[in-house]
């Protein structure tokens, strides 16, 4: 019998929870299950097991991600837009840090649903990094450096990484602009090849 109000939307919410304060390795059907007060098969009517559970949770964060950070960037465009998205991504991360950790996963071939809002979060960064004149695979590239350079400073934050008394949006502010910077440069040599 399926419990009135328990559906896969509120399994979700109360995963991302449980990762959110317990950590993400906490996260598993027995726990979730007692959060809920059902016994865990009762879960299996909502989701294909813990991997279905892990995959949900990813979607379910990048939806989120992909939200803060357009909202961020709204009406802005190029290095605006960029420091925008940017400083959203790091505060979910800090905001979210377990479903954070979900949403770092490659999605596995045939996995339509976390290609998909992967997918929206690229097309967002790509199109804020179509202003600085790169080609197609620049822009890949570009996307990387720049995910690579957040997930960085949100890991090292996140483990307490940064132990001096500096101002640490600040530090993220002045790392963005030398990204960009880079990127400019990027784009000023494609024009000149």
Known sequence: MVRAGLDTHSLVLAAAELADTQGVEQVTLAALAAKLGVRPPSLYNHINGLAGLRTLLAVHGLELLHESMSEAAEGLSGAAAVHAMSLAYIEFARQRPGLYETTLRAPEQGDTLL??????????????????????????????????ILHGFSALENQGGFGMPLDLNVS????????????????????ED
């Open 172 to 191: 993220l502010i002045r790392l963005i602009r030398a990204y960009l910077a880079g990127i400019r440069c990027m784009g000023q040599a494609a024009e």
């Open 115 to 148: 290609e998909a809002a992967g997918q929206q979060i690229l097309e967002l960064l790509i199109g804020a990094l179509s202003a600085f004149g790169l080609d197609e695979e620049g822009k890949l590239h570009a996307v990387r450096g720049l995910r690579s």
